[in-house]
C-alpha cells in the first residue's frame, strides 16, 4: 500500500468496516482512530497546521513556541508514545537537542500496511534503542502490539508511555463521560487527587495534571469515554502490570503561549510505568510513589513487549468495564 497524506503530513493507513486507522510517518503518532459508522475521531487533532518534524526550525517556525517542546508540538497528534523519556528533557538534554517526550515523538518510522495491519518500526540513535509497533484490526478494535529493544549492552532504567489524547468533536464540555478504574491518585504537588474523573470539565478556562494508580486488584486496566452526542463508546485497554499508572492532563482554553493560544480543548490519558511527566533525573530520584514505581528497567540487550487495544463502538450509554474485545 503507498503512502497517503493526512492533513498535511506523510501518514499510512489501514482499515476495515469498522474502523481506520492512521499512523504518521514522522512521529509515529496514531493520529487517527475513525470509527467509519459515526465519521468521527476521537483522537485529538491540534488547531495549528502540523508540519513534519525533520523540516522544523526554531529560527523558521516561532509559531510553534521556543523551547524544548516545540519540535514535538509541530508535528505532534493523537496517540503520542513517550520511550525512554515522559516528560521534559534537562537543560544539558535540551541544549543537546533533546526534545520533550524524546526521540520515538519525533523521528522518521518505516512503516509497512497492508489490509487492515500495519507494523511500524523505528531506531533511537540517542537513545540506544529500537521501536516496533504491530496494529491488526478486528471488528470494532484495533489491538496492538508493541516492544522496546535496548541496543546497548548496560541495564537502564526508561520511561514508557501512550500519550494518548481525545479532543473534539468527541470530547465535548460538561458532557463527555468517562468511567477509569482507580485506586489511588496524586497531584504534582503531592496531594491526593479531588477532581472529578467521571465527567469533562464545564469551566470556561482550566489545566491540569493528576496521576492515578491503576486498580490493583484487576489484571487488566482501561479508560472508557463516551460522547453522549455521537453515541460512541471510545477506550484502551492494557495490563495493569505493565502499565500501572494513568495520568490525566486536561488543557480547556487556558494556555496563551504558542502554539495554544488560548485555543485548546483536551483530555490526555496517558498510561505508562511512570506517575508524572518529568526530567530523567527527577522520575530516578522519586523511584517510586504511592508504593509503585515510577519506571521500569530494561537490561541491556533485551526486548520488552507489551499489548494493549484500543476501540470505538456504537453505544447508548458508557458501561461500568470495556466490551469484549
Known amino acids: 500500500m503507498t503512502e497517503q497524506r493526512y492533513r498535511g503530513r506523510r501518514a499510512r493507513q489501514i482499515e476495515n468496516e469498522s474502523l481506520r486507522v ?10 487517527e482512530i475513525l470509527h467509519k459508522p459515526t465519521g468521527v475521531n476521537p483522537l485529538w487533532t491540534p488547531p495549528w497546521p502540523s508540519i513534519e518534524p525533520s523540516t522544523y526550525s526554531l529560527a523558521k517556525h516561532p509559531e510553534y513556541g521556543a523551547d524544548s517542546e516545540s519540535k514535538l508540538l509541530a508535528g505532534i497528534m493523537g496517540h503520542n508514545l513517550c520511550v525512554d523519556l515522559f516528560g521534559p528533557p534537562s537543560d544539558e538534554e535540551a541544549a543537546a537537542g533533546l526534545t520533550v517526550h524524546g526521540e520515538a515523538s519525533v523521528v522518521e518510522y518505516d512503516i509497512e500496511a497492508s489490509g487492515s495491519q500495519l507494523v511500524q518500526k523505528a531506531r533511537l540513535p ?31 532504567p526508561i520511561a514508557w508511555t501512550e500519550h494518548v489524547t481525545l479532543g473534539p468533536p468527541f470530547l465535548e464540555k460538561g458532557a463527555t463521560q468517562f468511567r477509569i478504574p482507580v485506586t489511588k491518585s496524586n497531584t504534582p504537588e503531592g496531594q491526593p487527587c479531588i477532581g472529578d474523573l467521571e465527567l469533562f ?28 452526542s455521537e453515541k460512541l463508546l471510545f477506550g484502551y485497554v492494557w495490563s495493569r502490570h505493565e502499565f500501572p499508572w494513568l495520568g490525566i492532563w486536561e488543557e480547556n482554553y487556558r494556555r496563551q503561549t504558542p502554539p495554544w493560544n488560548g485555543q485548546t480543548l483536551t483530555r490526555g490519558l496517558e498510561f505508562g510505568v511512570s506517575p508524572f511527566a518529568e526530567t530523567r533525573r527527577q522520575m530516578i530520584g522519586r523511584g517510586s510513589l504511592l508504593g509503585v514505581p515510577a519506571y521500569r528497567w530494561l537490561p541491556g540487550g533485551t526486548k520488552a513487549t507489551v499489548r494493549y487495544a484500543a476501540f470505538a463502538r456504537a453505544a447508548d450509554a458508557i458501561p461500568d468495564e470495556p466490551p469484549a474485545l
Do not use: C, K
Open 22 to 31: 492512521t499512523v504518521l510517518v514522522e512521529g509515529g503518532h496514531i493520529a
Open 126 to 156: 540517542w537513545a540506544g534503542l529500537a521501536i516496533e509497533r504491530r496494529i491488526v484490526l478486528e471488528g470494532t478494535a484495533a489491538h496492538i502490539v508493541e516492544s522496546v529493544e535496548n541496543l546497548l549492552p548496560y541495564d537502564r
Open 201 to 228: 470539565t464545564n469551566a470556561a478556562s482550566s489545566e491540569g495534571f493528576t496521576t492515578h494508580v491503576m486498580d490493583e486488584s484487576r489484571i487488566n486496566a482501561w479508560f472508557l469515554a463516551w460522547s453522549p
